[in-house]
């Protein structure tokens, strides 16, 4: 993509949303068949964004509709919208969907939840007692047979620094990530791989044993606020680094499919006045 001395100018500055999105769109890779569940914005656009950049011949399924590929003229707020099927080039029936999946034919899922814990299991059910929850979560839908049998999962969320999401262990464990109480997934026969990425508000892990490693941080984030909000204790990488700054063609990508900014519903207003900007000397992929 060429950009206008103008787009360049317009894209110096930009928000902890959009750094956000391109951290997961950064996760897929080219060639991969990839999906994200209901409720996503912000998995919904990263997917977008890395169809319309360094994964073009991915194979995009979005969560509700099931649309391949889709055209959209905008990213609209709720993940049914029938805007999301405009231009698709095929439409996948339920059945055919979780049976690809089963075959393992799906390569990526992303995944979020009101908890997650080191192993990268995730709770969408109930906070505390599941007799007695304080909180009735929205419930997992098939996302607990998908996480089975796809490839790969990249976790995400925005409520790290509230201390509540990234706990020692799920109340309820909704899709499951490398090993639960019961075994790991080899134990249990599921032929998916599991978490390889988790990326919040604050930094990005992965999960080389299985359990989650912090690789990366936000240029205005100490390894002690990740410490302070993370209710497990964690391995921090050797050559713990800065997230990768967005490019100016990614930053461009995210303002067209997304001019309603639905990604932003997914911050805190806090967190939204996270402003950024490429400084002189440093370097992006543009």
Known sequence: MT????????????TIDEWFVVTLARTIKDREAVFHG??????QVAMHVARHTHARDMLLVEGATYAVNPEPAFIPPTGNDLAL?????????FEEFFDAATRGDIDRMFLSG???DAWGNTNVTAVGPIDRPKVKLGGGGGGCNLAATIKNLTLWTTRHRSG???VEE????TDMGHRMKAGTRKELGFTGGGPEWL??????FDYPDGRARLRQTFPDVTLEQVRDATGFAFDVAGDLRQVSLPSLAELTVIRSVDPLGVRRQEFSPAELQRV??????????C
């Open 164 to 166: 509540r999401t990234l």
């Open 199 to 204: 990326v919040t508000e604050l930094g990005v």
């Open 114 to 116: 009101g908890q997650i």
């Open 38 to 43: 209901f409720g996503s914005p912000c998995a």
């Open 85 to 93: 099927q405009h231009r698709a080039v095929y439409q996948l029936r």
């Open 3 to 14: 950009l206008t001395a103008g787009a360049r100018d317009a894209t110096l500055t930009f």
């Open 276 to 285: 950024f900007e490429h400084g002189a000397g440093t370097g992006c992929a």
């Open 170 to 173: 799920c109340d309820f464990v």
